[in-house]
């Protein structure tokens, strides 16, 4: 069910009690957590395949706080954000975290696949060390996404204000 912003949200316990129901019929939940702040064709492709490997698609957009990359930064508050990614046939729901990460999202929902994009795969750093050992320890896997489409809201922001 979409929302009137055309977001499907979630928040942690409708989010648990997913988890329960997906098992239950023997279905899948994958999870994708991140800023989408200045959503473009990298983040299509990232969401598509994140979506084949999994019967439910859950997108957790990260907090105003934790996307803070700079000045203006997000460029877009976390409602607009979620509401474009909501917006995706492909994604099923979308949650707001709160929080510094995803670990409340990943700990409620236990993604059977956690998805992370390519340039996670190259600089892994101590917290997706972090958030990967978490879904490892409740029964998931991480897969992280090919790089057959490059593109960075970093970049875009870069160059809109070069």
Request: net charge positive; glycine share 8%; aromatic share 4%.
């Amino acid at each position: 069910m979409r929302g009137a912003d055309g977001a499907k949200p979630a928040d942690l316990e409708e989010l648990r009690r997913l988890s329960e129901r997906t098992r239950a019929q023997g279905r899948t939940v994958a999870l994708c957590h991140g800023c989408f702040d200045l959503f473009h064709i990298g983040h299509i492709h990232h969401l598509a395949r994140a979506a084949d490997l999994a019967d439910v698609l859950v997108v957790s957009v990260s907090s105003d706080t934790a996307c803070a990359k700079g000045p203006g930064r997000p460029a877009f508050p976390s409602a607009d954000r979620a509401a474009v990614v909501g917006a995706l046939a492909m994604v099923d729901h979308v949650h707001l975290a709160r929080g510094a990460g995803p670990t409340d999202v990943i700990t409620a929902l236990r993604p059977d696949v956690y998805v992370k994009g390519h340039d996670y795969a190259r600089r892994p750093c101590v917290r997706l060390r972090a958030e990967t050992a978490l879904v490892e320890r409740l029964g998931g896997r991480t897969v992280f996404t090919d790089d057959a489409v490059t593109a960075s809201s970093t970049d875009l922001f870069r160059r809109f204000h070069a």
